[in-house]
């Protein structure tokens, strides 16, 4: 939807957990790693696509390589400073997805939305659950970067239009270094 980018110069490091963050607030999209800004640009996008993908780009173009835990969607909700959390993520005002935090048996193929608008995650790939996470007995999914990633059905919730939102993972990268970046599109 964008031709407005965000790019950190901050090179991520293989095999470390980073607490990252996308957040646009008054029109600024900004990229957070383990709570210090990066990178920011003006960004006023309108953003109206209603599915969600999280481990790649809507195109499945650009996968990501490494453990994703406790991923949370705010919509309406942007900030200007990030907090790193010490403990796993939790379903706050405008919270329109919470997931990949479930300590429930291993089940690769359901994936709990702990939002209060509890949507179906679909797997594509073969994405992998797991106990490793920054956070302890929660749990974590691993993407290995060819063709894995998860979805969101369409709704609304993921409707941002040109207001605020925020998308924050702690992550942990793959056995390859990359920066980060925001291409402001779901």
Known sequence: ?????????VALVANQWYHLVTTRLSGILRIFINGV???????????TE???????????TSPFVGYMGSVRVLKGTGY??????T????????TSLLTLQNNQSVNNNV?????????????????TQGT???????WSNYFDGTGDYLTAPNNTAFDF???????????????????AKSDATE
Do not use: C, H, M, W
């Open 111 to 127: 994936f709990l939305d702990n939002s209060s608008n509890n949507l179906f995650v679909t797997r594509n790939g073969n994405t």
């Open 132 to 138: 490793f996470t920054p956070y302890g007995g929660n």
């Open 161 to 179: 239009g040109s207001g605020n939102f925020t998308i924050d993972a702690p992550t942990i990268t793959g056995n390859e270094s990359r920066k």
């Open 80 to 85: 200007s400073s990030i907090t790193v959390p």
């Open 50 to 60: 209603q599915v969600l993908y999280v481990g790649a780009d809507s195109n499945a």
């Open 37 to 47: 800004q990066t990178a920011s640009v003006s960004d006023t996008t309108n953003l």
């Open 1 to 9: 939807y964008s031709s407005q980018q965000a790019t950190s110069s």
């Open 87 to 94: 403990t796993p993520l939790t379903a706050i005002a405008n």
